[in-house]
């Protein structure tokens, strides 16, 4: 009876073994790698956020990777492969989740197989959220970000720029008070100021006592613009033979609407949605057809050119610039 006894608590030990090493080696067992996976040789992570203000209890990393070739070239795969986190080299759940108690700083990082990312240094700081100011400057606020002018001319919208603990910008309703200078005055207005001088205008923005660094717009008198510049142009125009008004042998009057065109552009009358730079002026210059060619005998349309070739395509061929100077 006793080896009986003995027999099968050695059978169930051997089958709760099996068991175990059956379950530890499906835990283990890793999802298969997607498609492209193949040409990965790097990976690193980003957070969404990598600075949390101390707070009780813990927080979720929201983490995303971003893979590269051999060469740097990212690698867009199908679907993300399944990774494995680590905290300060420890096993963390994914996604990984970081204790808000205190101030510290956790490293982290993933695996997937052999492949391991690069460290992400996550910071925990113990600071005011709705005061702390990590980062200002001063910019430019308009579409063109172009730091020149024209004194008497230009109208130049600004913006100050105050950044949060996550070195994201406040809005406007929860700015921190500041003060915005441009030339040695403070702005209480920063949208359409006025410039009134040539030369290099300092702007900045100070916040609690300390500024930003300087920016420089650069002012210069408004050019005279009373005289006219015409010049004459040429269309040379590349047919197989196709009839003039055609796509590929345009008429006379299609030329002449294309060139008014131009000189609506040049001289200003276009309206466009496009905000104009604060250093253009409209140039004064038109275009007109040339009533004679390069070669110094008279055109037999005004501004046209056209010239016959027994080649239908010259898409992507730059031989066509050796035709033309021969034709020309």
Same mark, same amino acid.
């Given at each position: 009876?006793?080896?009986?006894?003995?027999?099968?608590?050695?059978?169930?030990?051997?089958?709760?073994?099996?068991?175990?090493?059956?379950?530890?080696?499906?835990?283990?067992? !890793?999802?298969?790698?997607?498609?492209?996976?193949?040409?990965?040789?790097?990976?690193?992570?980003?957070?969404?956020?990598?600075?949390?203000?101390?707070?009780?209890?813990?927080?979720?990393?929201?983490?995303?990777?971003?893979?590269?070739?051999?060469?740097?070239? !990212?690698?867009?795969?199908?679907?993300?492969?399944?990774?494995?986190?680590?905290?300060?080299?420890?096993?963390?759940?994914?996604?990984?989740?970081?204790?808000?108690?205190?101030?510290?700083?956790?490293?982290?990082?993933?695996?997937?197989?052999?492949?391991?990312?690069?460290?992400?240094?996550?910071?925990?700081?113990?600071?005011?959220?709705?005061?702390?100011?990590?980062?200002?400057?001063?910019?430019?606020?308009?579409?063109?970000?172009?730091?020149?002018?024209?004194?008497?001319?230009?109208?130049?919208?600004?913006?100050?720029?105050?950044?949060?603990?996550?070195?994201?910008?406040?809005?406007?309703?929860?700015?921190?008070?500041?003060?915005?200078?441009?030339?040695?005055?403070?702005?209480?207005?920063?949208?359409?100021?006025?410039?009134?001088?040539?030369?290099?205008?300092?702007?900045?923005?100070?916040?609690?006592?300390?500024?930003?660094?300087?920016?420089?717009?650069?002012?210069?008198?408004?050019?005279?613009?009373?005289?006219?510049?015409?010049?004459?142009?040429?269309?040379?125009?590349?047919?197989?033979?196709?009839?003039?008004? @055609?796509?590929?042998?345009?008429?006379? !009057?299609?030329?002449?609407?294309?060139?008014?065109? @131009?000189?609506?552009?040049?001289?200003?009358? @276009?309206?466009? !949605?496009?905000?104009?730079?604060?250093?253009?002026?409209?140039?004064?210059?038109?275009?007109?057809?040339?009533?004679?060619?390069?070669?110094?005998?008279?055109? %037999? %349309?005004?501004?046209?050119?056209?010239?016959?070739?027994?080649?239908?395509?010259?898409?992507?061929?730059?031989?066509?610039?050796?035709?033309?100077?021969?034709?020309?």
């Amino acid at each position: 009876m006793s080896n009986f006894k003995s027999h099968l608590n050695i059978a169930i030990w051997i089958v709760f073994a099996f068991f175990l090493i059956h379950l530890t080696s499906c835990e283990e067992k !890793e999802d298969p790698l997607p498609e492209g996976f193949e040409r990965v040789a790097g990976f690193q992570l980003s957070a969404f956020d990598s600075i949390f203000v101390v707070w009780p209890g813990d927080q979720e990393l929201n983490l995303t990777p971003k893979f590269s070739a051999a060469f740097g070239e !990212e690698v867009i795969l199908p679907t993300l492969p399944s990774m494995q986190f680590y905290i300060d080299g420890k096993r963390a759940s994914n996604p990984p989740r970081i204790p808000t108690d205190k101030v510290r700083e956790f490293e982290i990082y993933a695996t997937i197989g052999k492949l391991r990312s690069k460290i992400l240094k996550i910071k925990v700081i113990d600071v005011d959220p709705k005061t702390y100011v990590s980062g200002f400057k001063a910019s430019m606020g308009d579409s063109t970000k172009a730091p020149y002018a024209i004194s008497g001319r230009s109208l130049i919208d600004f913006k100050a720029s105050i950044l949060d603990f996550k070195g994201r910008e406040f809005s406007d309703e929860n700015k921190p008070a500041y003060k915005f200078y441009f030339d040695g005055v403070v702005l209480e207005n920063h949208h359409r100021v006025p410039i009134l001088r040539s030369g290099e205008i300092p702007f900045w923005i100070e916040v609690g006592g300390k500024k930003s660094n300087v920016g420089i717009l650069y002012s210069r008198e408004l050019p005279d613009l009373s005289k006219k510049y015409s010049l004459p142009i040429i269309f040379h125009i590349i047919h197989s033979g196709q009839a003039v008004g @055609t796509s590929e042998n345009p008429s006379k !009057e299609r030329i002449t609407q294309l060139l008014n065109q @131009t000189n609506d552009w040049m001289m200003g009358r @276009t309206k466009s !949605e496009s905000r104009k730079g604060h250093n253009q002026v409209d140039p004064n210059i038109e275009f007109f057809p040339a009533s004679v060619g390069p070669d110094g005998k008279a055109l %037999e %349309e005004p501004g046209i050119h056209r010239i016959f070739s027994e080649k239908r395509s010259w898409v992507g061929d730059l031989s066509i610039k050796n035709f033309l100077f021969d034709q020309m």
